[in-house]
Structure formats: structure tokens, C-alpha cells
């Protein structure tokens, strides 16, 4: 995993394997500090209001993230700065940095469009297109130019078999994606992420529209997607985050107007069974939040 | 009097003036049908649907002008809709917020100008303008075209814009999330997406190009001829019928109401259209 051609070896079609030289040649080795992603004093306004302050964070190759906290304390904003997808609203700033494979991704020059192929995003509601099934998949690739239908073909069978959606869709690849059922939508918009190959996946709480059995797969999936991918995903769910995550952070915030902050950032083991902070105690044992 | 009464009261009055609407419409029809009816006795469905307009020796074929509202309006809206939807696209997706409300609001203006206004300017400044350019009479279906497109802009602009901010925001995080440019964003995405209310613009907007007389009349020419370019002189079936309807009666006047049934039956077309397109495509949740 942590060597460009490592992973050229498993690439079974040859678009990824090109860009997988690319990177490897300009990234040497990158991820063998085991930290993906560091969040260096991260900070983060929406006009004058301070939504985010002092976020300091390492996230780590391979390994399931779980961002926990109250409502509003500022969970989703702190995982859509990882890959800049706050600065769709008007008005948001970033402080600080966010450092990726030993980049600053806010850095001026830093090109956004590439970040967002190599972190990808799964929201809370499922979002198909309202496009068939394949079109969904292949959004992706033909957006960086794969035209080739034999190609295609591959990529989508690759990525849904990863989400484990192939064996439910193979015979109606054509159907429309708002036929498929909420769970089923969710692990779609997954697939369309593993699509374009991307390092980081980030989740905002992706079961939250799901029943019990639904979010039961995607959290099967994300165990087994961890092993290729580097993970992280807001939830409200602590059992789900004691259930699939390797580190938990706990965000919240003091005070009604104030910024979000990290309380508690561990392995998720600790944090769950022995938290150095009362408030992390308190939040998971459900006395507020 | 008992709170039931007088429910029942505003029910029926309601109901009456809902009808009124109704009745408006089919007396419309009525007239217009039965003012016609002589034409299609006397002169005959073959000799309305044919080329020659002559009433003094009994031909009232309305083909040119038929042929003349057709060729306007698809120019006014060749012109016009391109202009109207990358309008809406950019005040929906690009435009920063000060921006959008003055070239919003000043789109908003241009539905206001009167039809006379801008006829007059079309027959003042833009006439002169083609006839320099190309070297003609400068009226005919150029001119009428662009002053239609700028009639139709309002419009499919503002109805455009409705139908792309009804767009899930999802959809637009999704592509962007995945690394589409805002470009890719708006073409992959957001047009397919908004197309069905996009389309139903554009029909609007060729009801009113259609419509519209006095713009026209200004800068049509006029003659009844088919037009031998787009700057030489010819008609269109609203303003033959502005033109004529004071001086003519009998059969000719006949005539001019079935050119008033021909452009109902239309803008009916229009409606059902609409219908068409917004029930086999049904808009995205």
C-alpha cells in the first residue's frame, strides 16, 4: 500500500495503474510515516462566526477515523476542510493547515480539483445522480478523460464488487440509481468514490438515513475498505464508532456562539473504556449530547 | 348567521368566479371560431393553407405569414434561449451575490420595457444598423428576430433559473466532491438535471415570441411576400391581422380571424407541450 508500484500490482485496469506511477514518482513513499493527513491548528470561519478553532489531528494510513461530538459542534465542518469542500459557501475561511502526504492542501498553488479525486466524499444522504447505474460509476473516470468502454466496464465492475453492490445490480447496470433502495443508493455513491481510486474516503454520517440492516453492510464494508483506503467519517452513532473505528476524536462545543474544539483524540479502544477528559466520559455514556 | 352558511356562501362565490376564468376562455374560442367560419365556407380550407394572399380577387392563403410568425419566433429564440440559460447558469451557479442581484434585477427590467418601446427603438437604431450591414431595406425577420430574442430573455431566464436552483444541492456537492471542475459540475450535472423545467422555458418563451405584435410590426417591413433573405420585408400573422383589421370586412375580415384561431391553436400547441414535457420527464427529486 505504501509504495506507488506496491500498489501498481493490483491495479487491474490501466488508468489507475498510470496515475498510481504518476503519484508514486512525485510522492516517494509518503505514507510510510503512517500519518495521511495532520490538521495543524486548523481553524475555520463562516463570515465573522469561528466554527472551528485550534483542530489538531493525525490521521492515519489504513485505519478508520470516527469524528464524534454533540450537534453543531462543528463534526461535518472539520471533515468536509479535508478536502475543501467548505469553501462551496460563500463567506467560509481556513486557518492553519491541513497537510496531506507532507502538502499543505490550502497552500495557494495546491490544485483543488485533484484533491477532491484524491479524497472523496460519501454525505449523509445518499446522492446517486439521476443517471443509470453505469453512467453513476463512470462519472468519475470520463470526468479524467477514460473514454474506452472496455475500461469502463472494468472500473465499474471493480468498484461495485468493492461495494459490494455488484452481485444486487449486475443484471440492471442501465436502470435508473433512484430505483436502488436507500442502503443500496448509499454503497452506489461508495462504488462511485472507489471509481476514480481515491486515497482518502470521507463519510458524513453515511448511515444516518439507513435502517439497522443497511447500515449493518456499510459498516461491514468500511472494515473491509480499510485495508486499501485511509477512512473517516463523522457519526452520531457512538456505538458505530466503537464498533468500526481505530482512532475517535471528540469534538464539542463549551458554550452556545463558540467555536467547535477537540476535547479528545485516542485510540478508539481508550476513548471508549478509559477517557482522560469528563466530558469525553460523560458524552459517551449519553449524560448530554 | 351559522359559521356553515356562510362557508357555503364563499364556497359557491369562489366556485363562480373560478368559472369566470373558465368561461372567459371558452367564449374566446367561441367568437374566434365562429367569426372565422365564413372564411373556411367561402374561400375553403385549401385556398386559407395557400400562398396567395389577394383578398380583391377572393385568395386569402396565410401560408407567408404563417411562414413569417415561424421564422420569427425560432430566430428570437436561436437568439434569445442560448443567452437566457447561460444567463441563469451563471446568476445560479457563478455569480457572486452583488452581481447577481443587478444583472438579476436588470433582467428582470427588460420584461418591463412595452413592446412599443422597444419596436420603436428596433425601427429607430437597429433597422438602420442592418440595412448599413447588409446593404437592404434592413426590415424583415433579422430584425424582428433580435428584438424577440430580448423579448424572450426575461422569460427563460427567470424560469431557467427556477429550475436549476431546483436542483439538489446534493447533486452539485456530489460532482464536485468527486473532482468535477465547476464547468463539468454545470454540464454534466446541473443541465441534464435542470432540463425538463429548462425546456419548458424555452416553450414559454416561444408562446410569447409568437404572440407579439407590436415589436414586430415595427420592423417586419411590411409586405406580403415570403422573404427572400432574412433582411427583406414580408409578415407574420399578428401583424398582418394589426394591419388589416381596421380596413377590411366580409371575407377578408373572416380570414383575419382564422389567422387568430391558427396563432390560439398555437399557443394551445404550446400548452400541451408543456404538459408533454414535464409529465414523460419527470423533474429530479
Known amino acids: ?289 | 348567521m351559522k359559521a356553515i352558511d356562510r362557508e357555503w356562501i364563499i364556497k359557491k362565490v369562489l366556485l363562480v368566479l373560478a368559472m369566470m376564468t373558465v368561461l372567459g376562455i371558452a367564449m374566446i374560442i367561441f367568437f374566434v371560431v365562429k367569426e372565422s367560419i365564413p372564411a373556411f365556407r367561402q374561400a375553403g380550407l385549401s385556398n386559407l393553407a395557400s400562398s396567395d394572399w389577394s383578398p380583391e380577387s377572393g385568395r386569402y392563403g396565410m401560408l407567408v405569414f404563417f411562414t413569417g410568425t415561424l421564422a420569427t419566433s425560432l430566430g428570437g429564440l436561436l437568439l434569445g434561449a442560448p443567452l437566457a440559460i447561460a444567463a441563469a447558469v451563471f446568476l445560479t451557479q457563478m455569480a457572486p451575490r452583488r452581481v447577481k442581484t443587478v444583472v438579476g434585477r436588470g433582467i428582470d427590467l427588460l420584461a418591463g420595457v412595452p413592446s412599443i418601446v422597444l419596436g420603436w427603438l428596433g425601427l429607430t437604431v437597429l433597422v438602420p444598423w442592418i440595412r448599413a450591414l447588409t446593404n437592404s431595406t434592413g426590415t424583415g425577420i433579422l430584425a424582428a428576430s433580435i428584438l424577440l430574442a430580448i423579448m424572450v430573455i426575461p422569460t427563460i431566464t427567470a424560469i431557467s433559473k427556477d429550475a436549476l436552483e431546483a436542483v439538489p444541492r446534493s447533486y452539485r456537492e456530489a460532482a464536485l466532491g468527486m473532482g468535477a471542475t465547476r464547468w463539468q459540475t454545470i454540464r454534466q450535472v446541473l443541465l441534464p438535471a435542470a432540463k425538463p423545467g429548462i425546456l419548458v422555458a424555452v416553450i414559454l418563451g416561444m408562446g410569447r415570441a409568437i404572440g407579439e405584435t407590436m415589436a414586430v410590426a415595427l420592423v417586419i417591413g411590411p409586405a406580403t411576400v415570403f422573404p427572400k433573405s432574412l433582411t427583406s420585408p414580408t409578415h407574420t400573422l399578428t401583424t398582418k391581422i394589426l394591419i388589416d383589421m381596421g380596413e377590411s370586412t366580409g371575407v377578408q375580415r373572416s380570414a383575419l380571424f382564422a389567422m387568430g384561431l391558427v396563432l390560439l391553436l398555437l399557443a394551445m400547441g404550446m400548452i400541451l407541450l408543456i404538459r408533454l414535457v414535464t409529465r414523460r420527464m419527470q423533474p429530479v427529486r
Open chain 1, 1 to 289: 500500500m505504501t509504495q506507488g508500484n506496491v500498489k501498481l500490482e493490483r491495479s487491474p485496469y490501466p488508468y489507475t495503474g498510470q496515475v498510481v506511477i504518476e503519484r508514486a514518482a512525485t510522492q516517494p513513499n509518503v505514507c510510510d510515516a503512517r500519518v495521511k493527513i495532520e490538521l495543524r491548528n486548523l481553524g475555520l470561519y463562516y463570515e465573522n462566526f469561528k466554527a472551528l478553532e485550534d483542530i489538531n489531528l493525525h490521521i492515519m494510513c489504513n485505519s478508520i477515523t470516527a469524528i464524534i461530538g454533540p450537534s453543531g459542534c462543528g463534526k461535518s465542518t472539520a471533515l468536509r476542510s479535508l478536502n475543501r469542500m467548505n469553501e462551496l459557501i460563500e463567506g467560509a475561511r481556513v486557518e492553519g493547515k491541513v497537510i496531506m502526504d507532507g502538502e499543505n492542501i490550502y497552500e495557494r498553488d495546491y490544485r483543488v480539483v485533484r484533491l477532491r479525486k484524491r479524497v472523496g466524499m460519501v454525505f449523509q444522504r445518499p446522492n446517486p445522480f439521476p443517471k443509470s447505474i453505469y453512467d453513476n460509476i463512470a462519472f468519475g473516470p470520463r470526468l479524467f478523460g477514460v473514454r474506452e468502454r472496455n475500461i469502463l466496464d472494468c472500473i465499474i465492475e471493480e468498484s461495485l464488487r468493492r461495494a459490494a453492490l455488484w452481485d444486487e445490480v449486475k443484471d440492471k447496470l442501465r436502470d435508473s440509481a433512484l430505483t436502488l433502495s436507500g442502503g443500496q443508493q448509499q454503497r452506489l455513491c461508495i462504488a462511485r468514490v472507489l471509481s476514480v481510486q481515491p486515497e482518502v474516503i470521507l463519510l458524513d454520517e453515511p448511515c444516518a438515513a439507513l435502517d439497522p440492516i443497511a447500515t449493518q453492510r456499510i459498516e461491514d464494508l468500511l472494515s473491509e475498505l480499510k485495508n486499501e483506503y485511509t477512512i473517516v467519517t463523522v457519526t452520531h452513532n457512538m456505538q458505530q464508532a466503537a464498533r468500526i473505528s481505530d482512532f475517535t476524536a471528540f469534538f464539542m462545543i463549551e458554550n452556545q456562539g463558540e467555536p467547535g474544539r477537540i476535547v479528545e483524540f485516542g485510540e478508539t479502544s481508550k476513548i471508549f473504556t478509559n477517557p482522560d477528559d469528563e466530558r469525553t466520559e460523560e458524552y459517551i455514556t449519553g449524560r448530554f449530547g
